[in-house]
């Protein structure tokens, strides 16, 4: 069945400083989302790719997919405190029309 | 606009009881799914609804179940409550669900406690 990776785990960063969240599929992505969660709390949308090569931008977070549609990744440009959250990609599944299938999630810390 | 509701947003049960939870979703949305997240599993497709009509379900045990009803409100039910039930229960809503939804809009879950 499809799976989405993502890595790393966890990530501690120094605020201002860059990061890269990646997400992996075994198979072609049918349309890719982000999402950021605080803790306990429900997801919030960050973007939606759906064209291999897309990039999409808001405020500091860059998030693009590849040409093959396999893989993504989010950037964040000199993070602040309010980047802090857990991240979660989530993609069409191939296997079901009517099912989301979602990345372990990405628990991002920032240290002033 | 209002947001998605869940309500009750905390809630805790002794093994073996019964649950329902429910979700409100963003008025004009006919899509609610419904999710399990746990700290060692992440986020688990439950079932989603569409017009009334389980569309898909997840792989759990027949004691999770649940409805809509005709102004797109939704119920979930957790017969025979076990410890590993415990969980962060999320709803979402979107205009037409699916794989090919666009945005889904979260509420913020209902955290069940299992004792």
């Known amino acids: 069945s499809q799976e989405l990776e993502q890595s790393p785990q966890s990530l501690i960063v120094q605020e201002g400083k860059n990061l890269t969240i990646n997400c992996t599929s075994s198979?072609?992505?049918?349309?890719l989302y982000w999402y950021k969660q605080k803790y306990g709390e429900g997801l919030i949308f960050l973007m939606m790719l759906q064209k291999g090569g897309e990039e999409k931008s808001h405020e500091k977070i860059t998030a693009k997919l590849d040409e093959k549609k396999q893989q993504s990744s989010l950037h964040i440009t000199a993070s602040q405190p309010s980047h802090a959250g857990i991240y979660l990609c989530?993609?069409?599944?191939?296997?079901?029309?009517?099912?989301?299938?979602w990345g372990a999630g990405t628990k991002l810390i920032i240290k002033p | 606009k209002a947001g998605v509701t869940q309500t009750p947003r905390y809630l805790i049960k002794t093994r073996g009881q019964q649950v329902t939870l429910s979700c409100s979703p963003i008025?004009?949305?006919?899509?609610v799914s419904w999710y399990q997240q746990t700290p060692g599993q992440g986020l688990q497709f439950l079932f989603e609804y569409f017009s009334e009509t389980q569309r898909n379900k997840g792989n759990f045990p027949g004691r999770f179940s649940g409805r809509q009803f005709s102004n797109s409100r939704s119920e979930m039910n957790v017969s025979t409550l076990e410890l590993g039930d415990s969980a962060l229960y999320l709803c979402?809503?979107?205009?037409?669900?699916?794989?090919?939804?666009?945005?889904?809009?979260f509420g913020e879950g209902s955290r069940l406690t299992v004792l």
């Open positions: 989530g993609a069409g599944s191939l296997d079901s029309n009517y099912q989301l299938i």
């Open positions: 008025s004009g949305h006919r899509s």
């Open positions: 979402a809503s979107s205009l037409i669900g699916g794989r090919n939804t666009g945005e889904l809009f």
């Open positions: 198979k072609t992505l049918y349309g």
